[in-house]
T-cell receptor, first 116, second 115 residues
Framework: AQKVTQAQTEISVVEKEDVTLDCVYE???????LFWYKQPPSGELVFLIR??????QNEISGRYSWNFQKSTSSFNFTITASQVVDSAVYFC?????????????FGSGTRLLVRP | EAGVTQFPSHSVIEKGQTVTLRCDPI?????LYWYRRVMGKEIKFLLH????????ESGMPNNRFLAERTGGTYSTLKVQPAELEDSGVYFC?????????????FGSGTRLTVV
């Protein structure tokens, strides 16, 4: 199966708290890409990160960090010291072959609400 | 470089009417994708063009949806006649190659409301 699961439907935190968004994937491909996108209230999809399946190094970008664990098929996303502007829906996605073409397979998204 | 452009950004139409969404991909990107997010659900694949050819249209919900990409440049997605369940955000994305080794670039989306 080619599938992405984001079990957390909605998370609410108070500003400055750390928060981790979970992402678990299934794929039969040996080479694949994983992505995180942010959808703020304005509606557009904002690219956050792309990770190749061969690269298991964790990545940090400012307050954002990603933990890729191939052994558990997870690609979790942590926001440190959350801010109100982080409030959005976050999507994890897998680029995989399905029905004759490569496409992005999205999880159902996690809505993050950061309260002042 | 200019990004992926979609218009209109919003459209409100009555059930039974026709709406056409347009997507201009990044220049030189042969691969163009349409996705949509129906309220509260996951973002789902609709179809994939390689230049002007439909590579994969397995995600198109029914024959009320027609996508074209004349000349391999911009693409249109027509919904005729629109139904209430067609409401959602329609995203277009483009990539340089089929494997998206350089990633996908999404447009800002068209929010379609059918009343």
């Amino acid at each position: 199966a080619q599938k992405v699961t984001q079990a957390q439907t909605e998370i609410s935190v108070v500003e400055k708290e750390d928060v981790t968004l979970d992402c678990v994937y299934e794929t039969r491909d040996t080479t694949y890409y994983l992505f995180w996108y942010k959808q703020p209230p304005s509606g557009e999809l904002v690219f956050l990160i792309r990770r190749n399946s061969f690269d298991e190094q964790n990545e940090i970008s400012g307050r954002y960090s990603w933990n890729f664990q191939k052994s558990t098929s997870s690609f979790n996303f942590t926001i440190t010291a959350s801010q109100v502007v982080d409030s959005a829906v976050y999507f994890c996605a897998l680029s995989a072959m399905m029905d004759s073409s490569y496409k992005l397979i999205f999880g159902s998204g996690t809505r993050l609400l950061v309260r002042p | 470089e200019a990004g992926v452009t979609q218009f209109p950004s919003h459209s409100v139409i009555e059930k039974g009417q026709t709406v056409t969404l347009r997507c201009d991909p990044i220049s030189g990107h042969d691969n163009l994708y349409w996705y949509r997010r129906v309220m509260g659900k996951e973002i789902k694949f609709l179809l994939h063009f390689v230049k002007e050819s439909k590579q994969d249209e397995s995600g198109m919900p029914n024959n009320r949806f027609l996508a074209e990409r004349t000349g391999g440049t911009y693409s249109t997605l027509k919904v005729q006649p629109a139904e209430l369940e067609d409401s959602g955000v329609y995203f277009c994305a483009s990539s340089q190659d089929r494997r998206a080794n350089y990633g996908y670039t999404f447009g800002s989306g068209t929010r379609l409301t059918v009343v």
